[in-house]
């Protein structure tokens, strides 16, 4: 029987997203459009074509908010194909968790991007690793809370809250 293996020793943050899209044939294009100055991202998927991700730079310029947005982009992609939309058109009430929660697209998407941007299974041998070099450089039994927060999320190249609600999220946080 053949044994299988994972090492997540090989595996390190940040989750390439650009390079998923790239695996799922979406097409991914970024460019000012001022009659869409409030969307921040939209994904046409099409059953005769390739899915097309469309970024609004204005919205994205921050890189985490960037790799957050094609993350919800190709989590509709993923999961919502075979419904009878073919449009994701997603602003800042759809991308935000708290106003998202009752539209079960929308929501789905957000969890879905959040788990791909930072794996439990990742975060977890990450985080073991950070923690234990810290309390090694600084003598000390514990890491701070918010300091693990920041460092977690500048090693995942994602916001301070996506961070904390995702470590929340996976139970982390209360002993490090």
């Not at 994904?43 to 097309?52: D, E, F, Q, V």
């Not at 204005?58 to 993923?78: D, K, M, Q, V």
């Not at 439990?120 to 309390?135: F, N, W």
């Not at 460092?151 to 996506?162: E, T």
């Amino acid at each position: 029987m053949a044994e299988r293996h994972y090492d997540m020793v090989e595996a390190a943050p940040p989750i390439d997203v650009d390079e998923i899209a790239r695996l799922l044939h979406i097409e991914v294009t970024e460019h000012a459009d001022p009659g869409a100055a409030n969307t921040i991202g939209k994904i046409t998927l099409s059953h005769k074509g390739p899915a097309k991700v469309w970024i609004n730079p204005a919205e994205n310029a921050y890189g985490p908010r960037r790799r957050f947005t094609l993350a919800h982009e190709i989590a509709h992609f993923c999961m919502h194909r075979s419904t009878d939309r073919h449009e994701f058109i997603d602003d800042k009430s759809t991308m935000n968790r708290s106003e998202s929660y009752w539209n079960s697209y929308e929501s789905e998407a957000n969890r879905f991007a959040a788990e791909l941007l930072m794996p439990q299974q990742l975060i977890e041998s990450l985080g073991r690793r950070v923690i234990d070099a810290y309390k090694a450089e600084h003598n000390t039994e514990k890491m701070p809370l918010t300091r693990f927060i920041d460092v977690m999320a500048v090693k995942f190249r994602v916001s301070h809250p996506a961070m904390e609600f995702r470590l929340r999220n996976v139970g982390i946080g209360k002993h490090q």
